[in-house]
């Protein structure tokens, strides 16, 4: 469905978001969470199960509601962000990006020539309301798409100042779990040198003047994500949601 991205406009306005994850691959799961008020939402195609069809059912179940529709694709692939693209979500992530270079192959793949190497359908995608919106879609959809590279490693934080630079790339989203990976300590978010790191690429990423988005761990809740600046925060996945919801009210029904 073809319409401005208030979500980009708001958080380029200085506004902040809060996004929820969806793995569960559910149209209804996502309606729910849609109307709860999540700014945005993240159809997760690198972990996951999920496939376009049911990636369209979850943007139709969404579209009632002001919520974006986030898709992270599996990889910085331009076959991938071109299919992912033409059934209109209105931002895109892409993950593990560590160089400028890369990030010039993202911003590619989503933009038409000759910006870019985008095959060109859009007479009758989804994302064009099947071609009834053509002319918008296509006017507008460099500047309405919200691109967002993954910064996941060591390699990639010494690379921000050139990644930002990119033309095109709108948010760097840091990936705290491969990042601790990226330097052998996966998962250990106490540790001294995962928290210098992370804060290093936070630090980078404001000084270039992008978006700054990430996930909450432990240590690192969304108030302090917001005293660090982050513009898009976020801290469950529908599965997170049911599954701790569900272990909290067994434990205390079993209490009785």
Known sequence: MYRENSFKQRLLAGGRGYGCWLHLCSPIAAEVLALAGYDAMIIDHEHGSGDLVGAIQIMQAMSATPSAPIIRVPWNDPVALKRVLDIGPEGVMIPSINSAEEARAAVAACRYPPDGVRGA??????????????????????????????????????????????????MLFIGPIDLSGSIGKLGQFDDAAVIALRERAEDAIKAAGKLLGGLAVPNLDVAQMAARGYDFVTAASDITLLRDAALAQLKDMRKI
């Open 121 to 170: 359908a859009y007479g009758l995608v989804r994302a064009s309301d099947y071609g009834m919106a053509a002319g918008d879609y296509f006017n507008n959809a460099r500047d309405n798409l919200l691109v967002i590279c993954q910064i996941e490693t060591a390699e990639a934080v010494d690379a921000i100042p050139e990644i930002a630079a990119v033309d095109g790339v709108d």
